[in-house]
């Protein structure tokens, strides 16, 4: 724990356990150094302090105020979802906070607040789900009951963070029935939609996250229209290249660059003759491969570089070998 966590923490448990204020106040008081805490952490360990705190005022909550401890529950449940875990620990605690703070908040909250928990509830539910821990069904199902208030007019930005989740579900279930085609087009659609709602200008890292996701979308879809759908992912990736740049955000500019080149190695250099070959995109695609691979390296991030490393070796084997180009498939689909 940093030493300002340490002293806030040291202060704030000791302001708790005076008879100065009610214990709803202390409560209250709790609550607010932790989400200090949680909001700009300078290591784990702060997020483990914001727990604690928040455990803390949830002890000293009295049991007539339904709704503030339903609040600490909700907002004690964002900080475990922000702990560093290579496990499933701090998700799952953060679900059943979720799940027991949800009635409380339903019954006598504002609709924004039940909005924000369930928004919350989803992603917890659909980072489980990719363990095996939970149902991705009951993430989409959270992450709808949160679009009947963050609507696309008086909540822009968080409507388009839950189309975003919403179509990273669709596309994490299997392919295994006659449906996935249409999952795959919901998920086209979700995409889209929340585009309409976020611009360049305003709301640059969700535009970003959008374009990146969509283009992802596109160029893996079961579609008839492959030549199409590539050439408008490309669109989208060059979109979203207009915020993420090497020096302010470099592993969501090497996630993108590296969508970016899996996309050019399949498309033809001449997309008017499309059997001339695509000698010139397989080259602008390694480029773009040798640079998300040294981001990712120097990021500490040794999967992702690992598999650009393969899809390199593959490409140098394939100029060599002057041979067609084969499908990769290491794509970096982001959630929120």
Excluded at 126 to 151: N, V
Aim: proline share 4%.
């Amino acid at each position: 724990m940093t030493v300002g966590a340490q002293d806030q923490v040291r202060a704030a448990l000791a302001a708790a356990d005076a008879d100065t204020a009610s214990p709803e106040e202390r409560a209250e008081m709790l609550m607010e150094i932790a989400l200090g805490l949680q909001i700009r952490p300078q290591s784990g360990d702060d997020l483990a302090a914001a727990v604690e705190l928040y455990s803390k005022a949830q002890e000293l909550c009295p049991p007539t105020h339904t709704l503030l401890k339903a609040r600490i529950g909700a907002r004690k449940a964002t900080a475990l979802q922000a702990i560093p875990d290579n496990g499933t620990t701090s998700l799952e605690c953060a679900r059943d906070e979720l799940q027991a703070a949800i009635p409380s908040i339903r019954d006598l909250g504002t609709a924004e607040e039940l909005a924000e928990a369930e928004m919350n509830l989803g992603i917890a539910l659909q980072s489980l789900a990719g363990a095996g821990k939970a149902r991705i069904t009951d993430a989409i199902s959270a992450y709808q009951r949160s679009l009947r208030t963050f609507d696309r007019v008086a909540f822009p930005k968080e409507y388009a963070i839950l189309q975003n989740n919403l179509a990273t579900a669709f596309l994490s279930i299997p392919f295994t029935d006659e449906r996935a085609k249409m999952r795959e087009a919901l998920a086209v659609q979700a995409f889209e939609e929340g585009l309409k709602v976020v611009t360049l200008i305003d709301h640059p890292s969700e535009y970003a996250m959008l374009q990146n996701n969509l283009g992802n979308a596109l160029q893996y879809a079961s579609s008839s229209h492959v030549l199409e759908n590539n050439l408008r992912a490309i669109e989208a990736y060059d979109e979203a290249l207009k915020v993420r740049d090497r020096k302010t955000t470099p592993r969501e500019y090497a996630n993108t660059i590296s969508n970016k080149a899996n996309c050019l190695w399949n498309l033809p250099d001449d997309v008017g003759n499309p059997t001339s070959g695509n000698r010139r995109n397989i080259a602008a695609a390694r480029d773009l491969y040798l640079e998300a691979r040294e981001i990712f390296s120097a990021a500490g991030e040794q999967s992702k570089a690992r598999i650009v490393a393969e899809a390199l070796d593959q490409i140098d084997r394939e100029l060599l070998a002057s041979a067609a180009p084969r499908i990769s498939n290491g794509h970096m689909i982001e959630a929120d």
